[in-house]
């Protein structure tokens, strides 16, 4: 599935910020996040304006690794504070992604260690809080079906696939095919596990994992069908599954929830 060009990330990204900023800017602070439900609409408009400001911070700067003191911005006191501090670090993100090759090297903690992983990333950030925002309003409005199916990929190669060098992929017999019904994409995913032990904090893990694939050529054990903007929001789990289809090997389908099912703000 290719994806998107970095100008149209940029595009979104400063879109759905904006959709984001304004649709808090007008709501009750303390009003409860449905998607986050530990968080208020403030504490979600903080935690998107530190996460552009880290963003920022690491496309101007380029360090080869964040110290793990790295020093943030200060919260401000007041909602108001809250909005302008956002204002001011989305802004900042912008503009350093607007002067920046997307081919160029910079820190991620994925494997693709390029300016475009920001692009990408940040576009869904963006996006994904923007749902957030419309939910806690209650003024939630289509999200777009590209970047939707973009995100699906994202979401499932990134998000929930990829493996830290300490771990190991061991892949499964089960395959499922996720079908975007309204940008005719289909996605393969390959059902397995993940083992390997932390070095950071000596963590042993062992449990069901996924990776994209590609076509492996036979008919898919599960397949998972819907619009992009319905499978986007269910596998962050901000929607149900009420708009999905599912049709194939339960068993293979319980797998791929399990490993789908771990929480991502």
């Not at 009750?28 to 530190?50: F, I």
């Amino acid at each position: 599935m290719p994806r998107l060009p970095a100008a149209r990330y940029l595009e979104h990204l400063r879109a759905d910020s904006r959709r984001f900023r304004d649709v808090l800017a007008d709501c009750d602070p303390a009003a409860r996040v449905p998607g986050c439900p530990d968080w208020t609409a403030a504490d979600l408009l903080w935690h998107l304006a530190e996460v552009q400001w880290f963003w920022a911070w690491v496309v101007e700067n380029r360090p080869s690794e964040p110290a793990e003191d790295q020093p943030g911005p200060d919260r401000p006191d007041t909602y108001a504070g809250l909005v302008a501090a956002f204002d001011d670090h989305s802004a900042r993100l912008v503009a350093a992604l607007e002067t920046a090759d997307p081919a160029e090297h910079a820190w991620s903690w994925s494997a693709d260690h390029t300016v475009g992983f920001t692009h990408r990333r940040q576009a869904h950030e963006a996006l994904i809080h923007r749902l957030d925002a419309e939910q806690t309003a209650g003024e939630v409005t289509p999200l777009d079906p590209m970047l939707a199916a973009d995100g699906v990929e994202e979401c499932l190669d990134v998000m929930f696939g990829g493996t830290p060098p300490w771990g190991r992929f061991e892949p499964g017999p089960g395959h499922v095919r996720v079908d975007l019904s309204d940008t005719g994409h289909s996605i393969w995913v390959q059902v397995g596990m993940f083992r390997g032990t932390n070095p950071a904090d000596g963590v042993n893990h062992d449990g069901t994992d996924i990776r994209v694939v590609a076509d492996p050529a036979h008919p898919a054990d599960v397949v998972v069908s819907g619009t992009a903007a319905a499978l986007d929001g269910w596998l962050w789990r901000r929607t149900g599954d009420e708009q999905l289809t599912v049709e194939g090997d339960r068993a293979v389908y319980k797998q791929f929830r399990e490993a789908v099912s771990h929480p991502i703000d």
